[in-house]
């Protein structure tokens, strides 16, 4: 399979605890974002990277969240000291622009919950 | 307001219909436009891509989108059972904005045997 693949699938964890999401892209391709989406709403953008560059973060991006791309190619995401409130589905898309084309493809996301 | 409305639905219809979905928008710099389906605790999959205003099809899908208006719309013909998911539009802004997609809501689609 050479999608985008995201680990773990599910996570549940207490409040007060950090958890750590790791998302591989889809080979060659340069940029890679992280979405949260919550029961019955679309996905929000949290952050994006072009190679290993963190270029734009969201302000629903805390500063209990950091994301990191050492390397250009997988991407980790964590939240320390979890809330209630974080509990949702955490996606990663990868993409390679070319011309006026910059087609995200998503993983199957890392469902969060915070007990 | 959001910057991107979406019907949540529910739609339910019967196989071999017609659907339409649609979307409305605030910004006029969306340029990008797509639709992904997205099946139960699944990722978001990709079904058609746009740029400016027109017309796409690709097999029973066909994508609008009317930028004077900032409405957006995908039609399925021909529905089939297989089709019930949650549908989202999505847009972005020119490149130099990095691409980061604005979602609606979703549209949860039922097609009855």
Same mark, same amino acid.
């Given at each position: 399979d050479t999608g985008v693949s995201q680990d773990p699938r599910h996570k549940i964890t207490k409040r007060g605890q950090n958890v750590t999401f790791r998302c591989d892209p889809i080979s060659e391709h340069n940029r890679l974002y992280w979405y949260r989406q919550t029961l019955g709403q679309g996905p929000e953008f949290l952050t994006y990277f072009q190679n290993e560059a963190q270029l734009e973060k969201s302000r629903?991006?805390?500063?209990?969240f950091s994301a990191e791309r050492p390397k250009g190619s997988f991407s980790t995401l964590e939240i320390q000291r979890?809330? %209630?409130?974080?509990?949702a589905m955490y996606l990663c898309a990868s993409s390679l622009p070319i011309a006026l084309t910059d087609t995200q493809y998503f993983g199957p996301g890392t469902r969060l919950t915070v007990l | 307001q959001k910057e991107v409305e979406q019907d949540p639905g529910p739609l339910s219809v019967p196989e071999g219909a017609i659907v339409s979905l649609n979307c409305t928008y605030s910004?006029?710099?969306? %340029?990008y436009f797509m639709w992904y389906r997205q099946y139960s605790r699944k990722g978001p999959e990709l079904l058609m891509y746009t740029y400016s205003s027109g017309n796409k099809e690709d097999g029973r899908f066909t994508a609008q989108v009317d930028k004077s208006s900032k409405y957006i719309s995908l039609f399925i013909r021909d529905? %089939?059972?297989?089709?019930?998911a949650t549908y989202l539009c999505a847009m972005s802004a020119e490149k130099s904005s990095g691409d980061k997609l604005t979602f609606g809501t979703g549209t949860r689609l039922a097609v009855r045997p």
């Open positions: 629903l991006l805390s500063d209990r979890t809330e %209630q409130g974080d509990s | 910004n006029s710099a969306f %340029q529905s %089939q059972p297989s089709d019930s």
